[in-house]
């Protein structure tokens, strides 16, 4: 475990791991433009576990996906690592998300007729790994979630919540400098949404692991130890909270 803690963590400094200046997204339609952001201005730090919140059309959605480099701002700069990563080439881009970005998604996206093992080692087959390097650190990340003892079950044999696990397990297993988790607890009932989101909790005060999380509920926010509401393409508060325990 603590050498887990070691790599996913990697010892940060507690270091600026995301600056936003002036970004602004405009999508088109026709000749409509549309304002999604609206010159967003932000920094997040290494180990901060942020809750990103806002209604339908704040431009939550559209922040989260430029900072997974799934989107690139209209204007405006975005650094991840002090890297500027906004202007980067689609290789670039690809290599960011797999190497130094672990997504949750509200769906799971796992692949249905795959062992838990074989999910988790997914994303490791783009990174040159040896298949015994792939398989330990599989069985790291999945030991880390609480799901050793599911390692051969697919995904049809798994819960909701133990799916949501081995999707946390495989977003961890690059050791990425960042989580972004987008509605993760959206399809689960309430004890195991608790339970994800202690999950997060742990793996956020334990492991050092950057935690950006976006919901619409105050009761999964409050598992973050920082709140940042959208409105109108505009960040309107962003204050630290009394996390939940």
Partial sequence: MAEISRTIGKDLDRGELI????????YRMGDI??????GVNLDIHQGEFVAVMGASGSGKSTFMNILGCLDRPTSGTYLLEGQEVGSLSADAWAQI???????VFQSFNLLA????LENVELPLMYNGLSGG???E?????????GLEGRLHHTSNQLSGGQQQRVAIARALVNR???????EPTGNLDSKTSGEIMEMFQDLNARVGLTIVLVT?????????RRQIHFRDGLVISDHLTTRKV
């Fill in 137 to 145: 650190r599989a069985l790291e990340v999945l030991s880390l979630v």
């Fill in 216 to 224: 619409h509920e105050m009761d999964i926010a409050a598992y973050a």
């Fill in 97 to 103: 998300r797999n190497r130094k970005i672990g997504f």
């Fill in 19 to 26: 600056r936003v200046r002036d970004v602004h997204k405009i």
């Fill in 33 to 38: 433009e549309v304002p999604a952001l609206c």
């Fill in 113 to 116: 007729r795959t062992s838990a």
């Fill in 176 to 182: 990425p400098s960042l989580i972004l988790a987008d």
């Fill in 133 to 135: 390097e792939r398989r």
